[in-house]
């Protein structure tokens, strides 16, 4: 399992210049986003966010904030998730999360082949834990790569129009995210970013404009 750091940015034309100076593009892609959560969001409200893309699943769950020294200015810009990408893992994950707030959940049998990504089968898993599809969307990212920060840069367009960079840098679970905000920290400079407000993830786009109220709730819980 990994933990994901990130800081998300608004690209100016002066920003993506110097990103095309400093670093390496890895390339375009487009997929397409299906988030799950209960009918009443207890996963999200648990800041849990759960999405297929290109046939994977992907939890990504809040991690334990350790070090007082962690809550810098530059710690509050960036968000930090553990991610679990594991089907099985995932499975037992959101047994345990939904069975401790009383969600009913049907066993279902667990399988490790490609049949896993079989969407029949899909639909048999996420309907035991009442899971549906509350949020989808598809993207276009152009990623580049910065060696020499440690870190990558993704500059991503959803088909809703709204537009947002990530500097990102992967640590394994326990590993030194002072090091990690460090090395975001480094690019962010280098790239000029020099406002300290956090700035909307494409989620937050999304459900301000598709669930007003459960927004309003995420972000009265510090959630998002
Ligand atoms: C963690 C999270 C969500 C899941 C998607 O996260 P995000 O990194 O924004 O999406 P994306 O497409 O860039 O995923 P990647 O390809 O990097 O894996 S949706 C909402 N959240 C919570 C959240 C938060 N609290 N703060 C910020 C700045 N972003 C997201």
Not at 28 to 49: A, E, G, I, N
Not at 109 to 130: F, H, I, L, P
Not at 154 to 162: C, I, K
Not at 209 to 221: C, G, I, K
Request: glycine share 6%; aromatic share 8%.
């Amino acid at each position: 399992m990994s933990i994901e750091v990130e800081r998300k940015f608004i690209c100016s034309a002066n920003t993506l210049k110097t990103l095309q100076e400093i670093g390496v593009c890895a390339g375009q892609s487009k997929f397409h986003d299906q988030y799950f959560d209960t009918p009443q969001f207890h996963l999200t409200l648990r800041d849990m966010w759960l999405r297929k893309r290109k046939g994977c699943w992907e939890l990504k769950c809040p991690t334990t904030r350790v070090k007082e020294a962690e809550e810098s200015e530059m710690s509050a810009l960036c968000s930090r998730y553990k991610e679990i990408t594991n089907l099985s893992d995932i499975k037992l994950k959101l047994q345990e999360v939904l069975k401790d707030i009383g969600e009913h959940v049907t066993s279902t049998k667990q399988s490790s082949s490609v049949t896993e990504m079989d969407s029949a089968q899909d639909q048999c898993w996420t309907r035991s834990m009442n899971l549906v599809i509350f949020a989808e969307f598809t993207t276009m990212r152009q990623t580049f790569t910065l060696e020499e920060y440690g870190v990558q840069v993704d500059l991503d367009e959803a088909d809703f129009g709204y537009c947002v960079g990530e500097i990102e840098a992967l640590i394994p679970e326990g590993g030194d995210m002072q090091a990690a905000m460090d090395k975001i920290e480094r690019t962010a400079k280098k790239l000029g970013l020099t406002g300290n407000q956090r700035v909307d993830g494409k989620m937050s786009v999304y459900l301000q404009e598709h669930y007003p109220e459960h927004y309003a709730r995420l972000l009265s819980e510090h959630i998002i």
